[in-house]
């Protein structure tokens, strides 16, 4: 018999704030975390930022050679500890870290980078990817298997699955799984706008600027933040009494194996079959999905293709919104912040709307929540799609606790 795994702590640092419910009732208000950032850029940049008080977690001297990226982390990580409630007499040994990063310490590299020549002793170890679930770890005490996966922007989504994995084959007992990413300092921004993957707007606008599936689309804005789930099996939350926000029932990992940034939508329906019958769900059975949605004129086609190759004529009975409209490309944390959106849409049976677009763009026909506040009374099973670069697809699917 399969092991049920059971979300039971949800923990996140985002640009709309650091409480779950608070995040999600704006996201259902259709409110924008974008904005103008970085002035001295030539060109204009619009990102999502957090406002994080590091004095709720660290010292001043614990700070000494803690990149921003593994003080969000640290931070998600023990609000979903604390959610997930009293864990019980849970061997150290038997709790894994799972996390996701894509790019490590941006700050710390950056610093080093324009530091005149004075280079901080402790760069190495600020922005090595591995930072953030190490310093999970020694917040935690976690003492099993404490591993960081950096797949661009499916990292955090693959890290959650390769969790739900170890608590179905019994290797932990408890495992805490998401991811972080904190990316807004100029030379990341500088490279991204290279690749011309960035939303471009005028003067006034940048909040709306990210349009998934729309006619005017032009790219995505980059997000910072951190979001964890405290999984574990279903039996093992139900002896000592936790709360189920949602159960983890399928995932789909595979690669494109074609391109490294162009995405293709045979290796995502790949994924996305892989979810639903690891669920043992059809296509019709799912109700909604969190798209990837980056709002490229590529990806948003590939994406809507995709679904339409593995759902057939259910596909206009699939709900689908992009929420990165609203808080940005995560990267590496998108995976976890949009898996506790999914899981706090069923949970409350709400669908995120698809922000910002006025006009669907005929390659991308899907049945988009269009409106703010839009409820779901009959939703039972939803998924979330992560798809990165490097040709990486990953895809969760959760059930109604």
Wanted: with cysteine.
């Amino acid at each position: 018999m399969t092991t049920e795994v059971a979300v039971t702590g949800l923990g996140l640092v985002a640009p709309h704030g650091d409480d779950p419910g608070t995040v999600f009732d704006a996201l259902m208000r259709g409110e924008s975390a974008l904005g103008p950032v970085l002035p001295e850029l030539p060109k204009p940049a619009a990102a999502a930022t957090v406002a994080f008080d590091e004095s709720r977690w660290f010292t001043k001297l614990q700070l000494a050679g803690v990149d921003r990226v593994s003080q969000l982390a640290v931070a998600a990580a023990d609000l979903a500890v604390r959610d997930a409630g009293a864990l019980g007499n849970v061997d150290p040994e038997r709790i894994g870290i799972y996390a996701g990063c894509g790019m490590g310490g941006a700050g710390a590299l950056e610093a080093a980078y324009r530091g005149a020549g004075r280079m901080p002793p402790l760069t190495i170890p600020a922005f090595m990817p591995n930072a953030p679930a190490s310093q999970v770890a020694m917040r935690q005490r976690v003492q099993g298997p404490v591993l960081t996966y950096s797949v661009a922007c499916a990292s955090s989504a693959v890290a959650i699955a390769e969790a739900a994995k170890a608590v179905q084959r019994g290797e932990v007992d408890i495992a805490i799984a998401g991811g972080s990413e904190a990316l807004i300092v100029p030379g990341v921004l500088l490279a991204w706008q290279a690749m011309q993957t960035l939303a471009g707007f005028a003067p006034g606008e940048a909040a709306s600027a990210i349009r998934p599936f729309a006619t005017d689309r032009s790219g995505f804005a980059l997000g910072e933040g951190a979001a964890f789930l405290v999984l574990e099996s279903a039996e093992r939350a139900r002896l000592r009494g936790a709360r189920s926000h949602a159960t983890l029932a399928g995932w789909g990992i595979g690669c494109d194996a074609t391109h490294l940034t162009k995405p293709d939508a045979p290796g995502q329906a790949r994924a996305l079959r892989a979810a639903l019958r690891q669920a043992g769900l059809q296509p019709r059975d799912v109700g909604y999905c969190n798209a990837h949605g980056t709002a490229t004129r590529i990806g948003d086609v590939v994406e809507r293709n995709a679904l339409a190759e593995v759902w057939g004529e259910a596909l206009d009975d699939l709900r689908v919104s992009s929420t990165k409209a609203l808080h940005g490309h995560l990267l590496g944390a998108a995976g976890a912040l949009e898996a506790v959106i999914t899981v706090l849409a069923l949970a409350r049976r709400q669908l995120p709307p698809n922000a910002h677009c006025q006009t669907i763009d005929p390659e991308c026909s899907l049945n988009l929540v269009r409106e703010a506040g839009e409820a779901a009374p009959q939703l039972e099973a939803a998924i979330s799609s992560s798809f990165a670069f490097g040709g990486t697809n990953a895809v969760l699917l959760f059930r109604r606790a």
